[in-house]
């Protein structure tokens, strides 16, 4: 691995229920055949919709990588927009998973704080998208939803302190393409990627005077 570039992980779901293609795995490999520049190593994985594979999958990744940034990526069948959540919550999983499981505390981290907030200003990510004229609607929530999508993204804030991202995306077609969503998710990580690093050089400016 060459130790000058910043690796960055993306994730996306495999089917589950209606959603027998997950668009966010098609949006993802989309993204993975655009890249995020040369100076950025890309780790693209399909995430299982079972609640005990995500706790071991996730911490995996995180340890593994190292990386700058995760982001994960999620379908939401009321979506019709590119949607960047702001937050995981810790409790209220009843949902079943793939296996037909759900934690039995409908918890995600036992004793963690209700809700984490990313340490990416979403509001100002989706500003910053919209007006370079994508031509794919981007919105901003605070709730992903209390499932898989949750789940993972709640872990994930958990164990980065805060360094990670989740995009909704909606169904293939539902109005956009896979190439469109990767797009999408190219010039939202990318404005995420420039954050993080505008964020650090405040705080080395900071140091240094």
Same mark, same amino acid.
């Given at each position: 691995?060459?130790?000058?570039?910043?690796?960055?992980?993306?994730?996306?779901?495999?089917?589950?229920?209606?959603?027998?293609?997950?668009?966010?795995?098609? +949006? &993802? /490999?989309? =993204?993975?055949?655009?890249?995020?520049?040369?100076?950025?190593?890309?780790? *693209?994985?399909? @995430?299982? %919709?079972?609640?005990? +594979? &995500? /706790?071991? =999958?996730?911490?995996?990744?995180?340890?593994?990588?190292?990386?700058?940034? *995760?982001?994960? @990526?999620? %379908?939401?069948?009321? +979506?019709?927009?590119?949607?960047?959540?702001?937050?995981?919550?810790?409790?209220?999983?009843?949902?079943?998973?793939?296996?037909?499981?759900?934690?039995?505390?409908?918890?995600?981290?036992?004793?963690?704080?209700?809700?984490?907030?990313?340490?990416?200003?979403?509001?100002?990510?989706?500003?910053?998208?919209?007006?370079?004229?994508?031509?794919?609607?981007?919105?901003?929530?605070?709730?992903?939803?209390?499932?898989?999508?949750?789940?993972?993204?709640?872990?994930?804030?958990?164990?980065?302190?805060?360094?990670?991202?989740?995009?909704?995306?909606?169904?293939?077609?539902?109005?956009?393409?896979?190439?469109?969503?990767?797009?999408?998710?190219?010039?939202?990580?990318?404005?995420?990627?420039?954050?993080?690093?505008?964020?650090?050089?405040?705080?080395?400016?900071?140091?240094?005077?």
């Amino acid at each position: 691995m060459d130790n000058s570039k910043r690796n960055v992980v993306v994730t996306g779901f495999e089917p589950f229920g209606a959603h027998t293609i997950n668009a966010s795995w098609v +949006a &993802v /490999q989309e =993204l993975k055949k655009l890249g995020l520049g040369k100076d950025v190593d890309l780790h *693209v994985y399909e @995430v299982p %919709v079972e609640y005990q +594979a &995500v /706790q071991s =999958l996730v911490p995996s990744l995180w340890k593994q990588y190292h990386p700058q940034l *995760v982001v994960h @990526v999620g %379908v939401s069948g009321m +979506a019709t927009t590119v949607t960047l959540e702001k937050c995981g919550r810790n409790h209220g999983y009843k949902g079943l998973d793939n296996s037909r499981f759900c934690p039995h505390s409908q918890c995600c981290i036992e004793g963690g704080p209700d809700c984490i907030d990313s340490v990416i200003d979403m509001e100002s990510v989706c500003k910053r998208v919209t007006a370079s004229g994508l031509g794919v609607a981007v919105s901003v929530s605070k709730d992903a939803g209390r499932y898989l999508c949750d789940f993972t993204y709640y872990t994930s804030l958990y164990l980065s302190h805060g360094r990670s991202a989740f995009v909704h995306v909606p169904p293939i077609a539902k109005p956009y393409s896979g190439e469109d969503l990767g797009r999408a998710l190219q010039a939202i990580i990318q404005e995420m990627l420039d954050m993080l690093d505008r964020a650090e050089e405040k705080i080395h400016c900071q140091h240094v005077h």
